[in-house]
């Protein structure tokens, strides 16, 4: 079979599509025949090996992914389902631990289906077990015309929030307003504006995956009790440092996600999550947007054009029509 394939980690121009084996699922695996797969950050880092699991070249790429069920337990061959791993997905079948995959509505395409685990059960997380978000509060997103800046955006409206949308472009905005942000604002000036838009409280939660020179007017666009969500990096400036005599001036907390560490040592965690996002995702409230999408062959380029921030919405490779 084909899968995209680190050789060596040099970064993802040297990703190759090549002949591998086919899988052979162990008693708690499910195969699955491949259909989609999502373009995600972590791949990007495994092709440099830098991302916190380092499997030994050669391996293939794909954190996420969509298809038909082949056997396993608990699914009917030919069922359409949606999966998460470490890494192994980009492949024509693909076999993963059954507690790892999830059934898929039939409101969802493949193309949606390889969008939604990873991101969108890190935005439950963030918002569920991190934030302890209520109805009625208002979150503020940075980032927000990203896969998981998105997927935070149409969770917190599933739960009942209001969501304030940071871009730095016209067309980001545009972006996470059709994803569902009830506003959206430029990055410059983004405390004031947020702080205008809620009558001059703050918001309830933010949550970051940019850091960098934001991580203080972050603090400072929180209202008291506020929570700041710790997500990611993606800005590339360092790690922001916190003065604590600010957190204790308005009875603010700045807490970390790490939704993988946690959810991938619990037996049965993800699966709960995927139960309180189906609602979401019949209603039409989940949609992930989809941007670009590529033929397998393509994978080392859909991977550069996410390093160049070239990408709008979640990329997809199809692995088969």
């Given amino acids: 079979m084909r899968a995209a394939r680190v050789l060596a980690t040099t970064g993802p121009a040297d990703v190759r599509v090549e002949e591998v084996d086919e899988p052979t699922p162990g008693p708690g695996d499910v195969l699955v025949e491949v259909h989609s797969v999502g373009v995600s950050f972590p791949d990007l880092l495994l092709s440099r090996g830098e991302y916190q699991m380092k499997p030994e070249p050669p391996f293939t790429l794909g954190v996420d992914f969509a298809g038909t069920v082949v056997s396993g ?3 009917e061959p030919g069922q359409r389902v949606a999966g998460v791993g470490g890494w192994g997905g980009a492949s024509e079948l693909v076999s993963n ?3 790892f995959v999830f059934a898929l509505p039939d409101e969802l395409s493949y193309d949606e289906g390889a969008a939604l685990p990873m991101n ?3 935005a439950d997380f963030t918002l569920h077990e991190r934030a302890g978000l209520r109805e009625g509060e208002t979150v503020l997103v940075h980032g927000a015309a990203g896969g998981v800046g998105t997927a935070t955006i149409q969770v917190a409206k599933g739960m009942g929030a209001r969501t304030i949308a940071v871009v730095s472009t016209d067309e980001k905005a545009r972006i996470a307003r059709d994803a569902g942000a009830d506003e959206a604002i430029l990055i410059e000036g983004f405390k004031d504006a947020a702080k205008e838009l809620t009558g001059g409280v703050g ?3 933010v949550v970051d995956v940019v850091g960098g020179d934001l991580f203080t007017d972050s603090l400072r666009v929180l209202a008291p009790q506020g929570r700041l969500m710790v997500v990611g990096f993606a800005a590339g400036q360092g790690i922001p440092q916190v003065k604590v005599n600010r957190l204790l001036l ?6 970390g996600v790490g939704w993988g560490a946690y959810a991938m040592v619990r037996d049965g965690y993800m699966a709960q999550q995927w139960e309180r996002l189906v609602p979401m995702m019949t209603s039409g409230v989940v949609k992930p947007p989809i941007g670009t999408t590529y033929p397998l062959d393509d994978f080392a380029q859909a991977l ?3 390093e160049a921030r ?3 919405g979640k990329s997809v490779v199809r692995v088969r029509d």
């Fill in 73 to 75: 337990p608990g699914f």
């Fill in 250 to 255: 308005n009875n603010v907390d700045v807490r």
């Fill in 304 to 306: 550069l054009d996410m």
């Fill in 310 to 312: 070239k990408t709008l």
């Fill in 120 to 122: 969108y059960l890190t």
């Fill in 203 to 205: 918001v309830d939660v």
């Fill in 97 to 99: 631990p059954a507690g």
